[in-house]
């Protein structure tokens, strides 16, 4: 059997390991636009305050795992599914090849959001979803740093991901505005009060936490960043991180069924029968999609054994509480955490 994954973060590496364990003769194939080996992609929000972050980050080198007779095409992108000769088309730089599958997982993860109002100004904000994100960001600021300059950073986004990098950037000795559009933070996965404790949390730490702002562009001039939004001002660097959004697009132009992830069922599988979605870009029966490591996990290892023994019971996602990692707080009425 040959089993094709697009995707080496930790659905798709964990299900080509478990697969690999269960059955050995199975030729399997990992496609991937990494480079730098597979990593913990939870730690981006933590690579400012530790030394060595680009290579402690590293869970296993690429070529550690293709010990175990699992290939890997790094730096590689797939541009199309052929589901009716199951092949998919792919584009390594100029090079373009494709490879065929009688099984193929989609475990692409996520991408950044960017608000529709900041799309034009693209140009002039970072963001964090990738080890590569990581290291420009790291350089950008050693750079200001080598001008005994600690930088000033303006967050769009007081979600989990802004909390976490903001609290990592103080912690580092940086200046950091931190703009949310909502009255509170982390309103999706906090109750009131435990807002409240971050609020405090953040605050003393040293962040400038400013609400209800509609940021509608970030400019660039003279080297400053500039924030367009109620109170504005302004930044060394400008970092959008209002979010993820799945990636559905090669699974939608194929033709497969998508919402706001690509829908499988309770299998793992999508409306086509050899064609399998894990991970944060997989959105289950009951419109939820499962984007932290434990479910993560447990989907890939499930679906390793669901291939070689199909008699097995649906997946049901685990009993969780994922924990933020914003320096200092723990959430005491957890809604989600």
Not at 215 to 243: M, P
Request: aromatic share 8%; glycine share 8%; proline share 4%.
């Amino acid at each position: 059997m040959k089993v094709v994954i697009i995707g080496s973060g930790f659905a798709g590496i964990t299900f080509a390991e478990k697969l690999h364990t269960l059955n050995p003769d199975v030729r399997i194939t990992v496609v991937t636009r990494e480079s730098d080996g597979f990593y913990s992609r939870p730690l981006l929000s933590h690579g400012f305050s530790k030394d060595g972050i680009e290579q402690s980050i590293i869970l296993k080198t690429f070529e550690t795992i293709r010990q175990k007779a699992i290939e890997i095409l790094t730096e590689t992108e797939a541009e199309a599914i052929d589901r009716h000769h199951k092949i998919v088309n792919l584009a390594a730089g100029s090079i373009k090849t494709s490879i065929d599958y009688d099984i193929l997982v989609l475990a692409q993860g996520s991408a950044a959001f960017i608000p529709p109002a900041l799309m034009a100004d693209r140009n002039n904000f970072y963001l964090l979803n990738s080890l590569a994100d990581l290291k420009e960001l790291r350089q950008i600021r050693q750079q200001l740093l080598s001008k005994n300059k600690p930088p000033h950073w303006a967050i769009i986004g007081g979600g989990l991901i802004g909390c976490e990098v903001a609290s990592d950037l103080v912690v580092s000795g940086d200046k950091v505005t931190l703009f949310h559009a909502m009255d509170r933070l982390m309103e999706r996965q906090l109750s009131n009060d435990d807002s409240a404790k971050l609020l405090k949390v953040l605050k003393d730490s040293g962040v400038n936490v400013l609400f209800n702002q509609s940021v509608t562009g970030i400019d660039k001039k003279g080297g400053e960043i500039l924030v367009n939004s109620n109170n504005g001002g302004k930044f060394d660097v400008g970092l959008v991180s209002c979010g993820f959004k799945p990636r559905t697009e090669l699974a939608a132009a194929a033709g497969l069924a998508v919402n706001r992830g690509i829908k499988v069922n309770s299998f793992m599988q999508t409306t086509d029968p050899a064609i399998f979605a894990i991970g944060d870009v997989a959105e289950l029966p009951n419109g939820k999609l499962y984007a932290f490591i434990l479910p993560i996990r447990g989907q890939a290892q499930w679906l390793a054994e669901y291939l070689v023994d199909e008699d097995i019971q649906p997946w049901i996602a685990p009993d969780f509480k994922p924990k933020s990692k914003v320096h200092g707080f723990v959430a005491d009425n957890p809604k989600f955490f």
